[in-house]
């Protein structure tokens, strides 16, 4: 009698295609027809009713993961499935991938059940299916729910809990930062941003204005929160709309960009500097009131950016509007005599200024 050798194993293989297919909320019947379009059944000798059977089993190995994908951990310590480190990797980055319409549609929405029932309008407007919204706005509640509280680095943390590479991180970052801090993002004006816009500005808002900021005194203090001390800090600034100081102010500014401005826009700075030079202030000093500071997109685009536009500047005019209003802020005498309220001006105006070219209309 032979000797025999049996070798069982019960390692997944993983069809990533049928996978992005079922992400996108595609039924077992649909992913079998879109499959069918691309594959000649004949070539492999297969008739379509084995390509659903094979699409059902594969479904049935996603519902199976998809309990530990939401504790993505989990997938690397289970023993139920063998998977290597970078298919575990693959499962979790495109299970946690989202469209960004999608999100920018959720951006400004309490992220509950009440806004869940919402999905079914923000996938009409998106053309992404409703089972799709549904695990992109469960996704993003579940981060949200799973960090908020955390003390550390935001994006550390979401990293940490959910697997994620550091890209897709700071985009789950900017939406637990800006539901946290419940930013207005909905308004009919501010529909022109696109999700890159508002991840952007809020990733500076981390980098600079909350506990994980270079200047901030404690770093160990939630992340999804604006540091507290800095923002009491800022009241300082509101000096720049006494009197004295606007017209100093606004004299070192048109010095220093005599050169480089024409003089229409000179003209326009010129009869324009008190208004705008109030605007950064008073959004300064606003971002200690949470009813202020949830306005501040708003408030950028209609007290800034929309007489800009009306006035026709282009985004490089902004610029060198914004860097100069910064710069010669800091040459005037009380600036000079107090370092610490140098220092918040940098802190503040090193985050204001990159989100309103960020915001500012291509």
């Not at 951990?73 to 499935?81: E, G, I, W």
């Not at 550091?166 to 930013?183: G, M, P, Q, T, W």
């Not at 989100?355 to 500012?360: F, G, I, R, T, W």
Request: proline share 2%.
């Amino acid at each position: 009698m032979n000797d025999v050798e049996v070798f069982v194993g019960n390692y997944c293989a993983i069809n990533f295609d049928i996978y992005d297919l079922w992400l996108k909320g595609h039924s077992a019947s649909e992913a079998t027809m879109l499959e069918q379009k691309k594959i000649n059944l004949k070539m492999f000798g297969i008739t379509v009713e084995d390509l659903h059977s094979d699409i059902v089993d594969h479904y049935r190995l996603f519902l199976g993961l998809e309990e530990m994908l939401k504790t993505p951990p989990r997938l690397s310590h289970q023993t139920v499935y063998q998977l290597d480190a970078d298919t575990i990797s693959l499962l979790i980055q495109k299970y946690y991938s989202f469209d960004a319409p999608v999100i920018r549609e959720i951006f400004g929405r309490k992220l509950n059940s009440r806004s869940r029932k919402d999905l079914d309008d923000i996938s009409e407007e998106t053309g992404v299916s409703v089972r799709s919204c549904r695990r992109q706005f469960d996704n993003a509640k579940r981060v949200f729910k799973t960090v908020e509280e955390l003390r550390g680095r935001l994006v550390d943390n979401i990293q940490l809990h959910f697997c994620l590479k550091e890209s897709l991180a700071k985009d789950y970052a900017a939406i637990v930062f800006i539901s946290n801090n419940r930013f207005e993002t909905g308004k009919k004006k501010l529909n022109y941003m696109t999700f890159a816009d508002f991840a952007a500005c809020a990733n500076h808002m981390i980098s600079n204005w909350s506990y994980s900021s270079e200047d901030c005194q404690d770093h160990e203090d939630m992340d999804v929160d604006m540091d507290r001390d800095f923002l009491l800090d800022l009241r300082e600034v509101k000096v720049l709309t006494e009197r004295d100081y606007v017209e100093e102010h606004k004299g070192l500014m048109l010095r220093a960009l005599q050169q480089s401005m024409n003089e229409k826009i000179l003209i326009e700075m010129d009869s324009n500097f008190r208004s705008v030079s109030k605007t950064i202030v008073t959004i300064a000093y606003g971002l200690n009131h949470s009813k202020e500071s949830r306005d501040i997109f708003i408030d950028i685009y209609e007290k800034l950016i929309e007489p800009w536009v009306q006035m026709l500047w282009c985004k490089s005019d902004v610029q060198l509007f914004l860097s100069s209003f910064k710069d010669t802020a800091q040459q005037l005498d009380v600036f000079r005599s107090s370092p610490k309220l140098v220092k918040v001006w940098e802190r503040y105006m090193q985050t204001f200024c990159p989100c309103v070219l960020q915001m500012y209309p291509r």
